[in-house]
């Protein structure tokens, strides 16, 4: 793209974020992928689901995430049921706000993408591939949302206590954005000090399996405690330095989240920094939501980062077995000052000696 064609497109103003999916029983995401980094190069916050995907599952992300949009592939048939069953869903939940976007090439015949159209969902075409480019498709989905949830409404101290989900994820978009009136976030604080809700910190380098193991802890609280835990799950994603879009992508690794006694919201940095501002107040609205646990998953670190430590109770550590020389240990800031060390993929070859080394 030219640099005259990439100022002519839309610069969002907010914080825009996108939910992205395949359709269910739809194993076609090369398309959505596609998309989905387009998105994060015009500055788009995208929290990907993967492919076969349900419209239960997409509305769930989508409120919990609080997001702007909701982008769909469908290319396996049944997407003018899938579509209009989402919006449907979507305004059940009082999140009709939300813009629902799709597309599945020539699967979805002229007269289907009118009916779509009609029932709120913004179907492109191939004609508009050609007429708009790829660029041109996603910013015309950037643009129309690029708006600021917290006109749509604010969450009330009320509805936040009651740990309703849609005011729990409210409630942290202002935190983020410093939209919280003194009054409402005086009560949170005050709320979230009377309770003493533990929180883990798991962090660890990239790649070395944190959201998975996540996934795995609840899960296993969830069996051994009958599911009476209410957990609140906060995965943090670095921002993109060129563009300020981000790829919030610990969902897609999340299989333990049915049901209403699990939370997950995806931040991202939106800096320099490890965490993103506001953190301390966006762990005192879960705390005040009612949550039993909180888990607080960092992005990928270096060496000598050790930010998770100062926000949790229990700080656990994931490595690989492969970290190179004995030495390098000593370099791991974490190392000492984690609670807990977790070797990951223990089944790849130097385990035992990482063990021992760790140890």
Known sequence: MSDAAKRDLHQPSHHVRLVTASSLFDGHDASINIMRRIMQTQGAEVIHLGHNRSVQEVVDAAIEEDVQGVAVSSYQG??????EYLVQLLKENGAGHIRVVGGGGGVIVPDEVARLRESGVTIFSPEDGQRLGLAGMINRVVADCDFDPWEIGSPSLEALLA????AVARAITGAQEGELDEATLTGIREAAGRRRVPVLGITGTGGSGKSSLTDEIV??????????LRVAVL?????RSRGG??????????????????FFRSLATRGE?????HLDDVLSVVKAAGFDLVILETPGIGQGDAAVVRYSDISLYVMTPEFGASSQLEKIDMLDQADVVAINKFERRGAEDALRDVG
């Open 235 to 239: 995965a943090i994603d670095p921002t």
């Open 163 to 166: 740990g309703d989900r849609s």
């Open 219 to 228: 899960r296993r609280l969830r069996l051994d405690q009958q599911d009476k």
């Open 273 to 277: 920094s490890q965490v993103p501002a």
């Open 245 to 262: 879009g981000a790829l919030l992508g610990d969902r897609i690794r999340m299989s333990s989240l049915d049901g209403d006694r699990v």
């Open 78 to 83: 049944g997407h003018v049921e899938y579509f």
